[in-house]
């Protein structure tokens, strides 16, 4: 079987328990495989980023972009929405007045290394240089924070871990878990060793910036 052609002439051929077998099957999948937004298939062309940033302008739902292919961003979860508030607010209030801006997840961080062309949406960003900020992205951030969510967890842990970390300016990468007292906290000086956060009584410090955040104020009103 060479062609989805194929593979669809054989599955019609199967008793429908099999036929259920297979869906289970396919149910099962690692959710870190990321699936094209329906719009874009990977068939066609790849996207230009002019092209892009012109189509997510206006659209009602936003993508991330890898390489040409457009990714549909998940809908967020309460706790999701709550814990990346609390998180901007906080660094927003501290930073006041100095160099560095925070940045919540409606804007756009763009990577680019060698052939690769990237546009995430972390859920907080810090940057605290002028150079790189455009009208809708912004390249060189100092930290970032994400908020797990089941669809995006692996991608969140690996693939995005791995290109942050390449950053010049990165310092701090801190991964929220939504369900629980938990974060994974990475830095540069640690050379990115993941340092594992729990409990209602813990806290994050955040050495870049010098501020420390009790857990208590991380998931205010979460839990």
Avoid at 177 to 200: A, V
């Amino acid at each position: 079987m060479e062609t989805l052609r194929d593979i669809e002439a054989a599955a019609r051929q199967l008793s429908p328990a099999d036929r259920a077998k297979l869906v289970e099957l396919l149910g099962d999948l690692p959710s870190g495989v990321r699936e094209p937004a329906s719009a874009h298939q990977t068939e066609q062309a790849p996207l230009s980023v002019e092209d892009y940033l012109r189509y997510e302008e206006g659209s009602e739902v936003r993508h991330e972009y890898v390489n040409g292919i457009l990714y549909a961003m998940p809908s967020v979860s309460e706790p999701h929405h709550l814990i990346g508030g609390n998180l901007f607010a906080a660094l927003h209030a501290h930073l006041r007045g100095g160099p560095c801006r925070a940045y919540v997840s409606d804007f756009k961080l763009r990577l680019q290394f060698e052939q690769e062309d990237l546009f995430y949406y972390p859920d907080v960003m810090i940057a605290c240089e002028r150079e790189g900020v455009e009208k809708y992205y912004l390249r060189y951030p100092k930290l970032i924070v994400e908020v797990l969510s089941p669809s995006t967890a692996s991608i969140d842990r690996r693939e995005k871990r791995i290109h942050y970390a390449r950053i010049r300016t990165m310092e701090e990468y801190v991964i929220a878990f939504q369900d629980d007292y938990e974060i994974l906290y990475h830095c540069r000086t640690d050379r990115w060793t993941p340092q594992r956060l729990s409990g209602p009584s813990a806290a994050l410090e955040l050495r870049s910036i010098g501020l420390t955040l009790p857990f208590a104020e991380i998931y205010d009103r979460v839990f």
